[in-house]
């Protein structure tokens, strides 16, 4: 699935507004807008350099893109392409999304924070072959479900934010959507907005409560299941509501923003093996075995019992008849 999203990025490189100056000055100069000069120096220069030859630049991202995701497809070639594509990714969120504008003010997860390339490379990281075996053959990291715990945790710090911290803040969002969109979907965010009470921070202390949730139940083993399960939903609502699924009607679209990326790191962590150690314990009734995370665990270790039992006693039947 990341292969098919790396491929669907480098043909979106190829539409014809992006071989202009226009990638240059409307896809990443914005990106710097409002952020410290740490963030928005590198991606001016950026955006100066693309601006010389916008063609042979966006030519070269296409096809690094489209190897990138064709890789990913080839069992021989998976590892180098995922390795490759975390480079790429936060070269890409550094220099063309301004750090998922997380310095800038007003970034939520709902509007697209932490940004998709950021996403790129956490998937592709969780997802990376700890060896030269068949990556299908191998579980992702541990380390997924704290990351989905973050991630969730960290969004419900971004929304109690100033500039993201109001139900009218949401509300100027989904109207700010509608100026571009097509008729039908500008009908939807301005109905959107409409629901949305322009006073208090009743619509903030929902979704607070709701990534919270879905941040923290993702630490338990049995509440792992629906907190993901809730998170991917909230990420589905917020592809349509707060991003426009990608906004792919404007012609220079980079990528389906960072929602889809989200749902897809949520599917990795219910694939991924439990981020913490089973308990250990000793198996009642079993000298010197332990269990480990169940009683299916602890077969293994009774079958040794059993034959180091059976061998003792077939060492005496012999000396017996002696």
Known sequence: MLGL??????????????????????VLAPAAQGQPAFVSWPVHEAARVIGYQPVLADLSFGLIQLALGLGM??????????AASVVWALSVWSLGEGLGGLFGGGASLATGAPGAAFMYAVVALAVLPRNQGSAGDQRPARW?????????????????????????SISMALTMNASGAP?????????LAAWVPYTGVSIVVDLVVLQALAGIGVLARRTRRPAVLLGIGLSLVYWVAGQDIGQFWSGMTTDPNTAPLIMLLGLTVLGAAPWRPPSTGPIVGVPGGYQEGGSSAAIPAARTWMS?????KGQAVKAGSR
Not at 5 to 26: C, K, N
Not at 144 to 151: E, K, R, S
Not at 308 to 312: A, G, I, L, N, V
């Open 183 to 191: 008729a039908w979907f500008a009908a939807l965010d301005n109905q």
């Open 308 to 312: 180091r039992f059976s061998s003792s």
């Open 5 to 26: 999203l790396w491929i669907l990025d480098g043909f979106l490189q190829f539409q014809p507004a992006m071989f202009t100056s226009r990638f240059a000055t409307q």
């Open 73 to 82: 497809l080839h069992p021989r070639t998976v590892r180098w392409a995922l």
């Open 144 to 168: 997924a479900a704290p990351a989905w715990a973050a991630l969730w945790l960290g969004g419900t710090l971004l929304q109690v934010l100033p500039g993201t911290d109001t139900n009218a």
